[in-house]
């Protein structure tokens, strides 16, 4: 079975280059979002703790299985450990064998980035020029070069709350092609955007925007609020928006629509990328895309995973299913020790 | 993070022995079911295709979260691949990072041989000598040897409709201080038994045992009917036993019990063994134990197979977890390559 660590993406990233990555990703996305109806989709399993969240997020098609874990633990960063860890599972479906386990702390937020940029190309007004970028933590470079490389956008205005943030961004975003200004707060941010992204790691419901901040035509994507308990954005602004989801019954818990009744109108998005609904009707009115995270985006990522990886020769062999001669004689194999024998002590000699 | 493999798991097996294994794995699974009132319980997620399915099977308590990937396709033997592989998450509830990735096809048939004579201690007669066994494929001789270690049991009468897997299962019980006799039929084995163990694999509701066959005071361990479709007792066999069952929202769905009505009387095990329900009331009862794989049994395991690898050192590190050196930096560590360098080739010298 296949093992993809973090220094097998971390090659790939650098082999083929992140925006082909990010624009690849959202390819492949965009392909499975469209043929929606041939998933088997379920609202993500959660184990709630007092300071975060574990979650599995399972869904398979006809021919492959998949399923992430990931956490989300915002008290992690004042331990040095990250608010966001993930690996993930890929699997036939015919045989049942697991094939592939891969790292997904980066590859979440590879997937992340591009689904919002492939949500904002069906949503956002066309050519969007400028985008607010709010929360500069571990997931905002990926959105930043995201946006630049699937919609053009030219201009990021930033803002956190903490400074470091701020310059860790600004000093990563040099070279990118993008031009980057702090901003003083969120609204200063906000000024004169085509699209703003809310990437914030609070668990408590929030208010990164309020309502007086967002005007006419824009288009909001809400990322960082994805649990219940924990949204960002100030509840009149979804009064004011037309708002699209990945996977309703999902997100009617964990989205920005928590905070809305049972009955509040929103869109599917897979049915904007099929046809099938309008996205944005006029250049006036508000969308938002209220980003939670759907266990599609992790099957996409990992069939590229899966693909590119075995392309580069990306990954390396681990001996996690056992395989008796006989297969209904598990209990010879241990018996006669027929499994690969515990490595023997080595010298590594480079070369 | 640790990945245990196969080879470390036989090497565990080889260093402790069997029958040491499974006596502190039932151990270990009667302590975690006295405390079920701390764990977040669920039924298991599946997902069922026309051969087979794939199941998660989530668990936490305050500290840990388990979870294994299981898959059930009886069609793959007669491609020369096993009915059940899975392998399982070890995690800390506090950080939300994974700890351990454990091989669990092996851990499978010891923790369900493990949960089945545990469950029969509760629940069978006093001293069983005589055990039937139904079903001599991958999970049998890890029921024999469960039954001996554990309650006593010196005879097994084996059936199976394969001749191949009967002589697969004598010789591999040779040396095991078991007397094993090869029955002509089910109705044969079962002949004077204390304890009917089933472990077939056809999906399908089969009739494994028939009303007839199932005499006063036995205790049936009915372990092979484990998902909608697939049962392996006649319906009038539960109306004659009394049922007991691991969590009652997934069993229903999955076990026996599927082919009665939404409220035919069952208890929950962890009531009988914590002491708070009543197991066998008399000698000549029929007790049912229908068995089909709850994950506190898979909790458990992995608790203990954590543990257990990590006095021994059977286990090796993989680089599953992105750490970037500030983790709000996810960017720079890509940028920066700053994850451990694929591995430059190297030459292995023994010694």
Chains 1, 2 share one sequence.
Not at 312 to 341: K, N, V, W
Request: proline share 4%; hydrophobic share 45%; charged share 25%.
């Amino acid at each position: 079975m296949r093992l993809v660590e973090v220094n097998h993406v971390v090659e790939l990233i650098a082999a083929r280059g992140l925006e082909a990555v990010l624009v690849d990703l959202a390819a492949r996305i965009e392909a499975d979002y469209r043929r929606w109806a041939e998933f088997d989709k379920s609202p993500r399993y959660a184990a709630h703790s007092p300071d975060g969240v574990i979650e599995l997020m399972p869904i398979a098609d006809a021919e492959h299985f998949g399923c992430k874990y990931v956490n989300g633990h915002p008290a992690n960063q004042a331990k040095g450990l990250q608010t966001v860890t993930g690996f993930g599972i890929w699997a036939d479906v015919a045989t049942g064998y697991p094939l592939m386990i891969a790292e997904m702390t980066l590859v979440t937020a590879l997937r992340t980035a591009a689904m919002s940029a492939l949500a904002a190309r069906h949503l956002a007004r066309s050519s969007p020029r400028r985008m607010a970028l709010i929360g500069l933590g571990a997931q905002s470079e990926f959105q930043a070069v995201a946006f630049k490389a699937i919609l053009g956008v030219q201009e990021i205005q930033a803002y956190d709350v903490d400074d470091a943030a701020a310059r860790k961004f600004a000093a990563n975003m040099q070279g990118s092609g993008i031009r980057v200004r702090i901003a003083a707060s969120a609204g200063e941010a906000i000024e004169g955007a085509d699209i703003v992204t809310t990437v914030t790691a609070d668990k408590r419901l929030a208010t990164v925007l309020s309502d007086n901040m967002v005007g006419a035509g824009i288009h909001i994507n809400a990322v960082g609020g994805d649990c219940p308990g924990k949204t960002e954005l100030q509840g009149a602004i979804l009064e004011r928006s037309r708002v699209f989801v990945e996977y309703e019954p999902q997100t009617r818990i964990e989205g920005e629509i928590q905070q809305m009744p049972a009955d509040f109108p929103v869109t599917e998005l897979w049915q904007v990328i099929a046809g099938e609904a309008e996205g944005r009707r006029t250049p006036d009115e508000i969308t938002l895309f209220d980003s939670v995270g759907f266990a599609i985006e992790d099957f996409s990522a990992l069939g590229y995973l899966y693909d590119a990886t075995a392309e580069l020769g990306l990954h390396r062999e681990i001996d996690l299913l056992a395989r008796p001669t006989d297969p209904r004689d598990l209990y010879g194999m241990i018996a006669r020790r027929e499994a690969e024998p515990v490595r023997p002590r080595m010298t590594l000699v480079a070369g």
